[in-house]
Nanobody, 114 residues
């Protein structure tokens, strides 16, 4: 199976920025379609951003213009650059990889609070 490890979460103030990273094990990363999801307490997991194996991106309306997803296939890594963070962005952020099967990382906590 594919193993995904997220990093970069933490506590930031509103308006600040944070970059999340997700590194995948093994070969074949460049073929995977990658995504970032988030889940706040008491809410369902939602798609935040995705990037396909041909670099097509998609964003949730709530983060459009503030977040940017990118990937570095040489490093087996997908990133989520988060800017202008709001308290509503507070959640556990999960990395997702899809190619025939779907895989998930363990999640990294992002807390936006003053």
């Amino acid at each position: 199976q594919v193993q995904l490890v997220e990093s970069g979460g933490g506590l930031v103030q509103p308006g600040e920025s944070l970059r999340l990273s997700c590194t995948a094990s093994g070969s074949g990363f460049s073929i995977y379609n990658m995504g970032w999801y988030r889940q706040a307490p008491g809410k369902q997991r939602e798609l935040v951003a995705s990037i396909t194996n041909v670099l097509r991106t998609n964003y949730a309306d709530s983060v459009k213009g503030r977040f940017a997803i990118s990937r570095d296939n040489a490093k087996n890594t997908v990133y989520l650059q988060m800017s202008s963070l709001k308290p509503e962005d507070t959640a556990v952020y999960y990395c997702n990889a899809v190619w025939k099967d779907a895989y998930w990382g363990q999640g990294t906590q992002v807390t936006v609070s003053s």
